[in-house]
């Protein structure tokens, strides 16, 4: 295997990570909640829908790497301020001091 099929193996498997968070996201209607939760995931929205040409052309691999890694960084970025956002909710634990 070249240095190009392994780097388009290494983009495509990115990309299908940060796709597959993307859905579970939604799957869990872990809906963002913040301004900056929903700027993150309309920023990734944004990004898949700039990089769609890119991603689909197999003459470009480098290009493709850089925009699954672009998109993997946004979707996980989005999906840790959701989780933030959801701590942060949560109500603090009733229990007795210990």
Known sequence: MNSDETEMREAV???AEA???MLNLIKADALPTTPEAHRLM?????CLDESTERIADP???AEIHQAAAALNRLVTSAREQILDDAVA???VPDHPDM
Do not use: F, G, V, Y
């Open 13 to 15: 498997r990115e990309l």
């Open 42 to 46: 309309q920023k990734a929205m944004a």
């Open 89 to 91: 909710a949560s109500p």
């Open 59 to 61: 003459d470009r691999p």
């Open 19 to 21: 796709l597959e968070t």
